[in-house]
């Protein structure tokens, strides 16, 4: 899905803030709830403390576990699908903070996930503990702005071409991601030839179109466990194509970081 434009949605009465241009708030959602394209004013960090999230922006398509945070930058229309019940905890940057504070306005300007690390787990939390402090609330603010300035993780996101032809052959696979899918089939079936397609995945997503596919069912194993915690594991595996379960996790591990036994319990 290509987000064009979105409504603006402003801050719900339910936020608090730090007094320095900084808000944050807490929500609950449902699995299978859908935040509809929209955008903030202000640049926002979502990170789920329980549960798995998918977002989408014009960019592309990120999964989301409760180990990764993502930074999106303001008036930036995005969706939310909730995959497993989530415990949402979000930090609002007026865009005039962020002009004023310059030692960490760098790499901030486009969205991105990050693996959210033990200190950046705590700052965020702690931003929730009730202690109305607005100096120590500042002090985790920058905490955890300085913290996202280690290098984005891309290993869950799937970029979306926008190019016609590729973007119907990529709609194709998401489909069905577990299916095998042949680039010669995929070629014709939106009118090109196979070597322009693969040309076009690879200007267009910077992935090859087998690397792209990967990426793509192995997204769809994260959503799969993230809906239904007791799905077969092994079964799972084979639906995706693997050879063995065991090839399939570690697979799994090198992207989410864990098991997909792990996983499950977890999501």
């Not at 014009?58 to 409760?66: E, N, T």
Request: glycine share 4%; aromatic share 8%.
């Amino acid at each position: 899905m290509i987000i064009g434009k979105a409504p603006i949605r402003p801050l719900s009465d339910r936020r608090q803030t730090t007094g320095g241009g900084v808000h944050f708030m807490a929500t609950r959602y449902e699995k299978g709830t859908r935040i509809e394209p929209h955008a903030h004013r202000e640049s926002q960090l979502i990170f789920a403390t329980e549960g798995t999230m998918q977002v989408t922006t014009p960019k592309g398509r990120w999964l989301v576990p409760p180990d990764r945070a993502v930074w999106m930058p303001a008036a930036l229309p995005h969706a939310i699908d909730v995959l497993a019940d989530i415990e949402m905890r979000s930090l609002y940057f007026d865009v005039g903070w962020m002009k004023r504070d310059d030692a960490h306005r760098a790499n901030l300007s486009v969205e991105f996930v990050v693996r959210v690390s033990q200190l950046l787990h705590q700052a965020i939390l702690a931003l929730f503990d009730g202690r109305n402090d607005a100096s120590r609330n500042e002090l985790l603010v920058r905490l955890a702005l300085l913290e996202l300035h280690k290098a984005e993780d891309p290993t869950t996101f799937i970029p979306l071409p926008h190019e016609p032809r590729c973007r119907r052959a990529a709609d194709i696979v998401l489909a069905d991601p577990t299916a095998s899918h042949e680039i010669e089939a995929l070629a014709r079936s939106v009118g090109t030839s196979a070597r322009t397609l693969s040309r076009l995945f690879l200007t267009e997503t910077q992935l090859s179109f087998r690397s792209w596919c990967q990426r793509a069912r192995m997204a769809a194993a994260i959503e799969r466990l993230s809906m239904d915690r007791k799905a077969p594991v092994k079964q799972l595996a084979a639906d995706l194509g693997y050879a063995s379960f065991s090839a399939f996790s570690h697979a799994f591990r090198q992207v989410t970081g864990k098991t997909p036994t792990e996983f499950a319990e977890k999501a």
